[in-house]
């Protein structure tokens, strides 16, 4: 059994946000309390439900929840500008949210006197808990669920900036579809993206075919060799603030779904242009990718193994919060 709060507060531009404080049944809130933050333009139910379930998770563990709409989105005021989805995400993985987070702390702080938050939220959910945390120490852990590495805005054609993961991916699924007329319907009628399949065309060639020797060029300097090119779109603020959690002993539990393409830009577009670095900083990262998942989890059996993780890893690194 669990305790129910009906939450309102004002976030610092005098918006009214709406929440709900979960608590143990008969208990205020600890020390210790999660902070489910919204996914995308979702609100704080999360999609199929899936921050009800969370929740349901860690209150067993006798931590208490706070979930709550950011301003623009469910219950909360306020609007959003954009007129293109693509755009209202960009705005949200470059701190968007990120106010709206801080004073949820500040409110819940004030209001009960807890100190110390776990950040968790699905995509959109996930990067603005760990901006937050760049900016407050008060988050001591991130729960993310689908983070994104990279740049919504940046990523209208699909095929340009797709990673080798996804393109192999891409490529296998393309062969099982050979046998089909109704594929090659598509592709004789201009259906399918035609750019994705020369792309991976020069991608099986390039590993088919022999290589020729490169000429030898002075080796750049190691700061150069990291940098991503002009048109990538890696998120810049997601290493520093990635770092800054491990330098500072933060621990944090990476969930991604086996189907979707951000565990491919997760260790391509970052920990493969990083290894120097994170080889360097405390080992406090969990990463796990449930095999054949969506980006939402959408199955009974993607949610239990994730509410799994999330008892275990909640309980080794905050055993002295857990009842």
């Not at 989805?85 to 993985?93: A, C, G, P, Q």
Request: aromatic share 8%.
């Amino acid at each position: 059994m669990a305790d129910l709060t009906p939450v309102t507060f004002q976030n610092r531009k005098g918006q009214r946000l709406f929440g709900i404080l979960h608590t143990p049944s008969g208990r205020p809130p600890g020390d210790l309390v999660l902070l489910l933050l919204s996914p995308g333009v979702k609100m704080r139910v999360g999609p199929q439900r899936l921050y009800l379930g969370i929740t349901d998770a860690l209150l067993a563990l006798g931590i208490s929840v706070f979930r709550f709409d950011f301003h623009g989105l469910g219950d909360s005021e306020g609007t959003l500008p954009e007129e293109q989805l693509r755009d209202v995400y960009n705005h949200i993985e470059v701190g968007r949210y990120v106010g709206d987070t801080i004073d949820a702390m500040d409110w819940m702080q004030q209001t009960y006197g807890t100190k110390r938050f776990l950040a968790s939220g699905l995509c959109g959910g996930a990067i603005t808990g760990l901006l937050a945390a760049d900016r407050d120490a008060r988050l001591v852990g991130l729960l993310g669920l689908g983070i994104t590495p990279v740049l919504a805005a940046r990523s209208a054609d699909t095929s340009r900036y797709m990673t080798v993961g996804q393109l192999e991916a891409s490529q296998r699924m393309y062969l099982r579809r050979l046998a089909s007329p109704q594929a090659w319907w598509r592709l004789l009628t201009f259906q399918t993206d035609n750019r994705l399949i020369w792309k991976m065309v020069k991608h099986w060639a390039k590993k088919a075919l022999p290589r020729r020797p490169a000429p030898a060029v002075p080796a750049a300097p190691a700061a150069a060799q990291a940098a991503p090119p002009e048109d990538d779109n890696a998120n810049p603020l997601f290493p520093p603030a990635f770092f800054k959690m491990l330098r500072t002993r933060r621990p944090m539990l990476l969930v991604f779904g086996g189907a979707d393409r951000l565990h491919y830009e997760y260790e391509e577009k970052f920990l493969a242009r990083h290894k120097a670095t994170l080889a360097g900083l405390p080992p406090l990262v969990d990463v796990h990718v449930i095999e054949s998942a969506n980006h939402v989890l959408s199955l009974r059996e993607w949610q239990d193994e994730l509410l799994a993780l999330a008892i275990a890893w909640t309980r080794r690194h905050f055993p002295a919060d857990c009842s």
